[in-house]
């Protein structure tokens, strides 16, 4: 069965601090996608990266660099020089193959709320 | 923006009515889905869509039911409002295409009192 962690239910941080985000996730297939969602204070739910299992290449894109590491099952967010924009509820989700029965559906972590102080 | 919109987007209803949420997208995409979060619990899948006509049930779905009869629009019907759908009802659509991500309405706030 697949499952999310996300183990910190909130974190705060002073601006400009470097912070991570766990996720640790349980699969059985070995092809599957990791996603990344920020959710605003606002409400929306923003698609912020998607990862596949092959692809084990860390990724940065501005502040933000994500770390993927099967051995540990684990697929981690860093924001580097936090700002107040950055808090939000992030989210951590899971898919499996689509056509393996799962459709592709998400599999959500109970989210990281992450509050930036001034 | 993905062309999807959720209606309405707030809604107050007595316990024991039926309720129609309703999510319109304007990508012609093939999947689409209901969730609901709620505090301590994060998104939870309710049911979803991959076809006109073609739906199935997600994690939480007893006390929903819903409806495509058009790619463009997924209805989500509470046949008999409880308290404990008290929520805020997302809907995603998605492209037909592996490990694609969700993307999301707005949400709905519904509150059952």
């Known amino acids: 069965a697949q499952k999310v962690t996300q183990a910190q239910t909130e974190i705060s941080v002073v601006e400009k601090e470097d912070v991570t985000l766990d996720c640790v996730y349980e699969?059985?297939?070995?092809?599957?996608?990791l996603f990344w969602y920020k959710q605003p204070p606002s409400g929306e739910l923003v698609f912020l990266i998607r990862?596949?299992?092959?692809?084990?290449q860390n990724e940065i894109s501005g502040r933000y660099s994500w770390n993927f590491q099967k051995s540990t099952s684990s697929f981690n967010f860093t924001i580097t020089a936090s700002q107040v924009v950055d808090s939000a509820v992030y989210f951590c989700?899971?898919?499996?193959?689509?056509?393996?029965?799962?459709?592709?559906?998400?599999?959500f972590g109970k989210g990281t709320k992450l509050s930036v102080k001034p | 923006d993905a062309g999807i919109t959720q209606s309405p987007r707030h809604k107050v209803t007595e316990t024991g009515t039926p309720v129609t949420l309703r999510c319109h997208q304007t990508?012609?995409?093939?999947?689409m889905y209901w969730y609901r979060q709620d505090p301590g619990h994060g998104l939870r899948l309710i049911h979803y869509?991959?076809?006109?006509?073609?739906?199935d049930k997600g994690e939480v779905s007893d006390g929903y039911s819903v409806s495509r009869s058009k790619t463009e629009d997924f209805l989500l019907t509470l046949e008999s409002a409880t308290s404990s759908q008290t929520s805020v009802y997302f809907c995603?659509?998605?492209?037909?295409?592996?490990?694609?991500?969700?993307?999301f309405g707005n949400g709905t706030r519904l509150t059952v009192t």
């Open positions: 990508e012609n995409h093939r999947y």
């Open positions: 990862r596949n299992s092959f692809d084990e």
């Open positions: 699969t059985r297939d070995t092809t599957y996608y």
């Open positions: 989700a899971l898919s499996e193959a689509q056509y393996g029965g799962s459709q592709g559906n998400l599999i």
């Open positions: 869509s991959y076809g006109v006509k073609d739906t």
């Open positions: 995603a659509i998605r492209q037909d295409r592996e490990g694609s991500p969700l993307h």
